[in-house]
């Protein structure tokens, strides 16, 4: 039996949108959302914060919450600090850790689920999710992130580029002709992988693309891709989040 542990990293600090895992959807805090959400397929999850005022929401609506340094620059490191307080805590085994990001509040239980069932060998080290493409609107925005995946659906390299790119042809046919996979920001991580990743300096190819994941690449970790059909719905601003109020998720 392997156990799960879901851990949400969640800061307050955010250029973009400063307390942004506090934020109200219709009378409830995001990071309440999340853990709710999470929450339906996983026994066991936590809130890995840099503040004490999400610390103490989180405990206000009988969650977990690890207060983690505010020097991480990354989730997966905030998520390795949690996973050691949770384990030096005594409070049980955690054979995965699937990390959750905070700033998506309508995350679909199945999407996880589909991160739960990659581990069907001890051979998968990483898992994350993957959702194909329907618009050149999405394929050429380089802030959404692109993937591609070989036979074994395992990612080859993650671009903010269109990748592949297909010669001779018009880029407005692409994706009538092929088909592309934008990366939906989940992870699921082996415990013991999870440290590893953790001690890995910056690669060349993370630094080009501002992608963490192609630092686990190109250190020769394989990384499972699942794929979902269920949309990626973050709040990454304010304006997102008025978006999303429009939208009725509220």
Not at 116 to 145: H, R, V
Not at 218 to 223: D, L, Q
Request: hydrophobic fraction near 35%.
């Amino acid at each position: 039996m392997i156990h799960f542990l879901g851990i949400i990293p969640a800061r307050f600090h955010s250029s973009r949108f400063p307390g942004k895992p506090l934020a109200d959807i219709g009378g409830k805090p995001m990071i309440r959302r999340v853990y709710e959400q999470a929450s339906k397929v996983l026994d066991r999850i936590v809130v890995a914060t840099d503040d004490e005022r999400i610390a103490r929401e989180v405990r206000n609506f009988n969650g977990i919450a690890v207060l983690t340094s505010p020097e991480h620059k990354t989730g997966t490191d905030r998520c390795a600090e949690a996973l050691e307080h949770i384990l030096e805590d005594g409070k049980g085994k955690a054979d995965v850790v699937i990390n959750i990001q905070g700033d998506e509040p309508f995350i679909h239980p199945s999407q996880i689920q589909d991160l739960m069932s990659s581990f069907t060998s001890p051979e998968i080290q990483i898992a994350t999710l993957a959702k194909t493409i329907d618009s050149g609107d999405e394929l050429f925005d380089p802030n959404i992130p692109k993937v591609v995946i070989n036979r074994k659906g395992e990612a080859l390299y993650f671009s903010r580029s269109p990748i592949p790119h297909i010669q001779n042809m018009d880029q407005s046919s692409w994706t009538s002709v092929h088909t592309f996979y934008k990366h939906i920001g989940i992870y699921a991580y082996r415990a013991a992988v999870l440290r590893e990743l953790t001690g890995l300096k910056a690669s060349k190819l993370e630094l080009a693309e501002s992608l963490e994941q192609n630092r686990w690449l190109e250190n020769g970790y394989r990384i499972k891709v699942s794929i979902t059909e269920h949309e990626s719905i973050s709040v990454d601003t304010p304006e997102d989040l008025e978006k999303i109020r429009k939208l009725g998720f509220t």
